[in-house]
């Protein structure tokens, strides 16, 4: 069995209060399995994994039977775990100021007639411009938390917080339902904090945006032809029969506002562009940004947005159309909130390959609702562990020079392998073993290198 190593322990035990005592150890010994398991990481490959000592007996299943309980009928729920990982995130990280929360919906894919929760869904890495892809799988809704670590030359984490499973068919919530839902979440547990929401466009909803909190800022994409008034409403004289205007002009729409201000010849008035240096995806960027106060009725009613027109001057990114609920934002700011986004896309892609969330064949509607959620809240656990402790470990120090040029040392595969180095060298001290308990270990590396073939 995989000892745990020090520095991890106190933040696994922050965990506790969401489990049983006996699901707690079984969620401890499911990480440290999980993080070990170097082939395809299903449930009976990880937790034949849990037991490197002996070589896995496949003609009995019910010692596994404990792994398999642990997702199906074990008490705990995704959402007490959520709870628990977002106050690790907070304390551990000390995170100050407004959170930034990022919201996107992913599809992992899964086959099987008796798969509860199936459905047909776009897949966003197979879809182009000109054709969208479908695929048979569970759609996703994730709520993640934005880190940003000036130590670095990586500007933005995401740590996997809350996720709903989005069901296909009519009458069933959308996304954008989901991430509502998430968010009220969010905002009881901590009453005195502010938000930054940001979001794509398929979250520039009414359902999602038409009520939101005091609390919360949101950044998100606008569609280029949106119809949108002037907030100055005009007045209405006594004689005037009907209703009383709720807004004002029509405004040019974000696309017709970029092309006004391409005809524009002086520097100076409105609807002229501004030079914005900004620091996105990992790069400082010389951009050119446009904004100007508008209301969205059919989205956000009649409540003040700032709208921003983007524009790369190199041509190498296609204009962006953004809004935020804060008026008093900067253009600088907006965008590079926006691009912090980006950040939940490479969660996604880490956590499909470097974890292998989708590997795990379960079918019952327990097991499908919590198998995805803990691997996530086990992703940020790792990701804690290596912003608080793993990055300044002897284990990193070895591995850093072999980093290839492409390869950061803050990526999520780079996190697993320190993980995965400090934990051999907890359960694999030669200093201190004797002749026969080396024989054992090497006995156990053997059965643990056939469990990977």
Same mark, same amino acid.
């Given at each position: 069995?995989?000892?745990?190593?020090?520095?991890?322990?106190?933040?696994?035990?922050?965990?506790?209060?969401?489990?049983?005592?006996?699901?707690?150890?079984?969620?401890?010994?499911?990480?440290?399995?999980?993080?070990?398991?170097?082939?395809?990481?299903?449930?009976?490959?990880?937790?034949?994994?849990?037991?490197?000592?002996?070589?896995?007996?496949?003609?009995?299943?019910?010692?596994?039977?404990?792994?398999?309980?642990?997702?199906?009928?074990?008490?705990?729920?995704?959402?007490?775990?959520?709870?628990?990982?977002? =106050?690790?995130? +907070?304390?551990?990280? *000390?995170? &100050?100021? $407004?959170? !930034?929360?990022?919201?996107?919906? @992913?599809?992992?894919?899964?086959?099987?007639?008796? =798969?509860?929760? +199936?459905?047909?869904? *776009?897949? &966003?890495? $197979?879809? !182009?411009?000109?054709?969208?892809? @479908?695929?048979?799988?569970?759609?996703?809704?994730?709520?993640?938390?934005?880190?940003?670590?000036?130590?670095?030359?990586?500007?933005?984490?995401?740590?996997?917080?809350?996720?709903?499973?989005?069901?296909?068919?009519?009458?069933?919530?959308?996304?954008?339902?989901?991430?509502?839902?998430?968010?009220?979440?969010?905002?009881?547990?901590?009453?005195?904090?502010?938000?930054?929401?940001?979001?794509?466009?398929?979250?520039?909803?009414?359902?999602?945006?038409?009520?939101?909190?005091?609390?919360?800022?949101?950044?998100?994409?606008?569609?280029?032809?949106?119809?949108?008034?002037?907030?100055?409403?005009?007045?209405?004289?006594?004689?005037?029969?009907?209703?009383?205007?709720?807004?004002?002009?029509?405004?040019?729409?974000?696309?017709?506002?970029?092309?006004?201000?391409?005809?524009?010849?002086?520097?100076?008035?409105?609807?002229?562009?501004?030079?914005?240096?900004?620091?996105?995806?990992?790069?400082?960027?010389?951009?050119?940004?446009?904004?100007?106060?508008?209301?969205?009725?059919?989205?956000?009613?009649?409540?003040?947005?700032?709208?921003?027109?983007?524009?790369?001057?190199?041509?190498?990114?296609?204009?962006?159309?953004?809004?935020?609920?804060?008026?008093?934002?900067?253009?600088?700011?907006?965008?590079?909130?926006?691009?912090?986004?980006?950040?939940?896309?490479?969660?996604?892609?880490?956590?499909?390959?470097?974890?292998?969330?989708?590997?795990?064949?379960?079918?019952?509607?327990?097991?499908?609702?919590?198998?995805?959620?803990?691997?996530?809240?086990?992703?940020?656990?790792?990701?804690?562990?290596?912003?608080?402790?793993?990055?300044?470990?002897?284990?990193?120090?070895?591995?850093?020079?072999?980093?290839?040029?492409?390869?950061?040392?803050?990526?999520?595969?780079?996190?697993?392998?320190?993980?995965?180095?400090?934990?051999?060298?907890?359960?694999?001290?030669?200093?201190?073993?004797?002749?026969?308990?080396?024989?054992?270990?090497?006995?156990?590396?053997?059965?643990?290198?056939?469990?990977?073939?």
């Amino acid at each position: 069995m995989w000892n745990m190593i020090g520095s991890l322990q106190p933040l696994v035990a922050l965990l506790q209060p969401a489990f049983t005592q006996p699901s707690f150890a079984t969620s401890c010994h499911l990480l440290l399995a999980w993080v070990m398991c170097l082939g395809k990481h299903t449930l009976r490959r990880v937790g034949d994994n849990s037991h490197p000592q002996t070589p896995p007996d496949h003609s009995r299943r019910h010692g596994l039977d404990t792994y398999y309980n642990f997702f199906e009928r074990s008490a705990w729920t995704p959402q007490s775990l959520a709870h628990q990982i977002g =106050v690790l995130v +907070l304390t551990r990280l *000390r995170l &100050a100021g $407004a959170i !930034t929360l990022l919201v996107d919906d @992913t599809l992992a894919h899964k086959r099987g007639k008796s =798969v509860w929760g +199936l459905g047909w869904f *776009r897949d &966003a890495v $197979a879809s !182009t411009k000109k054709r969208v892809a @479908t695929a048979s799988g569970h759609n996703w809704v994730v709520l993640a938390v934005a880190v940003c670590l000036p130590f670095t030359n990586v500007p933005i984490l995401a740590l996997p917080l809350l996720a709903r499973l989005h069901l296909p068919g009519k009458g069933q919530p959308s996304c954008a339902d989901l991430a509502k839902e998430m968010l009220a979440e969010v905002l009881s547990w901590w009453p005195e904090r502010r938000f930054i929401l940001v979001g794509d466009g398929a979250y520039a909803t009414e359902g999602l945006l038409k009520d939101l909190d005091e609390r919360m800022t949101f950044v998100g994409r606008m569609r280029g032809d949106a119809a949108v008034y002037d907030p100055q409403v005009p007045q209405s004289t006594k004689s005037q029969r009907g209703p009383k205007a709720k807004k004002g002009a029509r405004l040019p729409r974000p696309k017709e506002a970029a092309a006004k201000a391409d005809r524009k010849r002086t520097t100076h008035g409105s609807w002229v562009w501004q030079e914005v240096s900004v620091s996105v995806y990992g790069c400082r960027r010389s951009l050119r940004a446009l904004a100007y106060e508008v209301v969205w009725p059919r989205v956000l009613g009649y409540r003040r947005l700032q709208v921003v027109v983007v524009r790369d001057p190199s041509g190498r990114m296609r204009d962006a159309y953004l809004f935020t609920t804060d008026l008093n934002a900067r253009l600088s700011w907006v965008i590079k909130q926006f691009a912090w986004r980006w950040s939940i896309e490479v969660l996604f892609r880490s956590s499909k390959q470097v974890l292998d969330m989708e590997s795990p064949q379960q079918w019952s509607r327990e097991s499908v609702e919590k198998v995805p959620p803990w691997v996530w809240s086990m992703q940020s656990v790792v990701m804690v562990w290596y912003i608080t402790a793993g990055h300044q470990s002897a284990e990193t120090a070895e591995l850093r020079p072999r980093l290839g040029e492409w390869d950061s040392e803050w990526s999520l595969r780079h996190m697993i392998q320190v993980l995965r180095q400090a934990i051999l060298d907890a359960t694999i001290n030669p200093n201190s073993a004797n002749e026969a308990e080396l024989r054992e270990m090497t006995k156990t590396l053997k059965n643990w290198a056939n469990l990977a073939a």
